[in-house]
């Protein structure tokens, strides 16, 4: 519901843009998702993720132009909708990178990666050349893929786990 444009979701984005931003300045710091996320929505599995709060956080805070000399640095609500649309898919692709990382150090090995393939074939990607693959999305060379680099890529090939809602 709160993800559609019609005029009753806005007004409930509107309640909640206003029980998120607690001094009713207009705009939301990180902490202040952070914050709202655990106590308003109680969402608490997504609060122990911080890399998801982080990368929706920074996709949805500059996507709207703003004349405001803070707008880039905080989210308004005319980009409040996006911010809940990206915490819901960056908590999806949050679960594909933790099926990867068998491990759980938050990283995915060469090896993890491989083991994997078919796992993200399931998810609607071809895995033809494993090694390449990894190579492609390690785009910071260090050997491991993180999160913000899996993200990345995922959404570039349209990952989607095949039981969400949406």
């Known amino acids: 519901v709160l993800f559609r444009s019609d005029p009753a979701a806005r007004e409930k ?11 009713g300045n207009g705009y939301l710091s990180l902490a202040e998702v952070d914050k709202g996320v655990r106590d308003i929505l ?4 997504l609060f122990d993720v911080k890399p998801v709060l982080m990368r929706a956080f920074q996709a949805s ?7 405001s000399k803070l707008g880039a640095d905080y989210v308004e609500f005319q980009e409040f909708r996006l911010l ?4 819901r898919q960056y908590l999806e692709l949050w679960e594909m990178f933790d099926e990867i990382d068998t491990s759980d150090d938050r990283r995915v090995s060469k090896a993890e990666f491989r083991k994997a393939a078919p796992l993200i074939e399931s998810w609607g990607v071809k895995i033809e050349n494993p090694d390449k693959s ?3 999305i390690d785009t910071n060379g260090g050997g491991v893929i993180l999160f913000d680099e899996f993200a990345d890529w995922a959404i570039k ?5 095949p039981d969400d809602d949406e």
């Open 134 to 136: 990894f190579a492609d």
């Open 84 to 87: 809940l649309v990206y915490l």
């Open 13 to 23: 984005r509107k309640s909640l843009f206003k029980a998120f931003d607690p001094n």
């Open 157 to 161: 090939q349209g990952l989607d786990l």
């Open 61 to 67: 805070k500059a996507a709207a132009k703003t004349k």
């Open 42 to 45: 109680g969402l608490n599995e």
